[in-house]
């Protein structure tokens, strides 16, 4: 009887009393790991912030960015009150005016738009190239050597001096094909893109050499499974988190190239509004009107650093190796 009672007692306590409850989201983990990173939030909800700014901004504030008034030149920010109240300032122009009477505010909704659409859009490209790339060249042995010496080769060449010559030969066709802001915007996006794509073919390579080892890869193609189903079952799901992480980066980088490149002059016409050309045209008259350069300045840096924390943070919650840390 002692020992039947006691075998009761030790079935009794394994059983579960309660319901189990449902095995937790691996993305309900992800979620957890980046609300810890603060930077990240931050990143996050700014760059949520300025992209739906930017569109829809124009709906809130549609004053004309391209509209002149002689008359109302070189306003002050409303904020220039605080300290000196002889300025030229008021709600109707918050921002301010330039010197030919343009609203600021509405300068730098448009101008926003512009490098936000360039630095999406040439990250998507520079993804879809260098994520191909580097599943090919990981994934088939024979390919990898010529795609990779292919890769170094564009890695080597000088960057900068390369967009402004792709700018100079390729500016006056596209323009007289699709006008000078649609063509320069063609431009500028495939320019980037094509010279933005190694660091992203070179992560996804490691990456795809590493995990085609695995033996669920292996057991795919001891059942028979083509190549083309194991990149896009097995392969290219394993391979999210670099390629978010290197999203983010692209972006930023996007985003300071067509910056820069306005800025020197060689981006779009010059009554079209970028936060580069802002910049530019605010140089000759910094000492006057600082912060002519502080607006559209502050604004790449802290989409540039929002973005940067955002990539921090993605990094940090999808890898395993540091998640819960």
């Known amino acids: 009887m002692t020992d039947q009672a006691s075998e009761i007692e030790t079935f ?15 993305w309900r983990d ?20 300025i992209t739906l700014g930017v569109i829809f901004g124009p709906w809130l504030w549609d004053v004309d960015p ?36 343009r609203d600021i505010l509405a300068q730098m909704i448009a101008g926003g738009r512009v490098s936000m659409a360039v630095g999406w859009l040439a990250m998507g490209l520079a ?15 024979r390919l990898d050597f010529w795609l990779m010496r292919f890769t170094d080769l564009v890695l080597s060449l000088p960057i900068l001096p390369l967009v402004l010559l792709a700018v100079t030969l390729f500016r006056q066709p596209l323009n007289s094909r699709f006008g000078p802001e649609g063509g320069m915007f063609i431009l500028i996006v ?8 190694m660091q992203t073919a070179r992560i996804v390579r490691g990456d795809i050499l590493a995990l085609k080892e695995r033996e669920f890869i292996l057991a795919a193609r001891s059942i028979g499974t083509t190549p083309g189903k194991i990149i896009r079952r097995h392969l290219l ?69 929002s973005v940067n924390y955002l990539g921090d943070g993605l990094r940090d919650a999808l890898d395993p190796r540091i998640r819960g840390r």
């Open 12 to 26: 009794s306590a394994l059983t579960d009393k309660e319901p189990q409850k449902p095995p937790r989201s691996q």
């Open 30 to 49: 992800v979620w957890d790991q980046f609300r810890k990173h603060k930077g990240a939030v931050f990143g996050g909800g700014f760059l949520i912030f």
């Open 66 to 101: 391209k509209g002149l008034d002689i008359r109302n030149k070189n306003w002050r920010p409303i904020y220039t009150l605080l300290w000196d109240s002889s300025v030229t300032a008021g709600w109707a122009h918050p921002f301010g005016t330039d010197q030919l009477g």
């Open 127 to 141: 993804l879809v190239i260098g994520t191909a790339i580097g599943v090919i060249a990981g994934y088939f042995k």
């Open 190 to 197: 495939a320019v980037i893109g094509l010279t933005s794509w």
């Open 237 to 305: 799901p394993n391979v999210i988190s670099p390629i978010m992480v290197s999203a983010t980066l692209g972006l930023a980088t996007a985003i300071i190239t067509e910056s820069a490149l306005s800025f020197l002059g060689v981006g779009f016409p010059s009554d079209y509004p970028t936060w580069g050309k802002l910049l530019a045209d605010a140089v000759q008259r910094m000492q006057d009107f600082p912060e002519r350069v502080l607006l559209p300045g502050i604004a790449i840096s802290l989409t540039v650093l």
